[in-house]
């Protein structure tokens, strides 16, 4: 799993969040200062020009008055540093609007998410293992009963290869030796 960076995760969020196919600035600009835009458009636009250097051209596609104050407020809190390091220094900038500091913290879960899921698997497969040394099922027998590659669940029995093996299919590892019969 590769760890995401944070201008290309916000451009992700700026597109869902808009429902939009194609990343046009001005649009997304125009966009996020209308009535009824949608919820956190406008909080991530600014986050992805201030990562990418960007602010001056959003400043001057704003039109709507508190769509500017708000992002002159963040924008003096932010004081030029990275929403990047920001959200990875551990604690989100709670002197921020809600809107701006869940990017941020959302941004520090998906940037932590292999060692969560390295320490899943971890977990998972020290379960399995006991399982499949209790009921004396060997990691062929276990590959075929899942339709998984023999290769691939040896590695990962014998020497806790976790690469090989995605969380799913290491769950389903560990549901089937747990259900079945000695």
Same mark, same amino acid.
Request: with cysteine; glycine share 4%.
């Given at each position: 799993?590769? $760890?995401?960076t944070?201008? $290309?995760?916000?451009? $992700? ?7 939009? /196919?194609t990343?046009?600035?001005?649009k997304?600009?125009a966009?996020a200062?209308r009535?009824?835009s949608?919820d956190?458009?406008a909080?991530?636009?600014?986050l992805?020009?201030? /990562?990418t250097?960007? &602010? ?7 039109? %709507?008055k508190?769509t500017?104050?708000e992002y ?5 809190? !932010?004081?030029?540093r990275s ?15 809600p809107?701006y500091w869940?990017?941020?913290? #959302? ?8 060692? #969560?899921?390295?320490?899943?698997k971890?977990?998972i497969?020290? /379960?399995a293992?006991?399982?499949?040394l209790?009921?004396? &099922?060997?990691? *062929?027998?276990?590959?075929?009963a899942?339709g ?10 014998n020497?806790?290869d976790?690469g #090989?093996?995605?969380l799913? %299919? *290491?769950k389903? !590892?560990?549901?089937?030796l747990k259900r079945?019969?000695?």
């Amino acid at each position: 799993m590769r $760890r995401p960076t944070f201008d $290309r995760w916000i451009k $992700r969020e700026v597109m869902r969040i808009s429902k939009s /196919e194609t990343f046009n600035f001005r649009k997304l600009a125009a966009q996020a200062q209308r009535p009824n835009s949608p919820d956190r458009l406008a909080a991530a636009l600014l986050l992805y020009a201030n /990562e990418t250097g960007r &602010i001056e051209k959003l400043l001057e596609l704003v039109w %709507d008055k508190s769509t500017r104050k708000e992002y002159e407020g963040v924008l003096s809190i !932010l004081d030029g540093r990275s929403a990047e390091k920001l959200a990875l220094r551990g604690t989100p900038m709670m002197s921020l609007d809600p809107a701006y500091w869940s990017f941020l913290a #959302r941004y520090a879960d998906a940037y932590y998410a292999p060692e #969560r899921a390295a320490s899943q698997k971890r977990e998972i497969w020290e /379960e399995a293992r006991q399982a499949q040394l209790k009921k004396g &099922i060997s990691p *062929i027998e276990a590959a075929q009963a899942c339709g998984f590659d023999a290769a691939n669940v040896t590695m990962f029995f014998n020497h806790a290869d976790l690469g #090989r093996l995605t969380l799913k %299919d *290491i769950k389903q !590892l560990r549901n089937y030796l747990k259900r079945a019969k000695a």
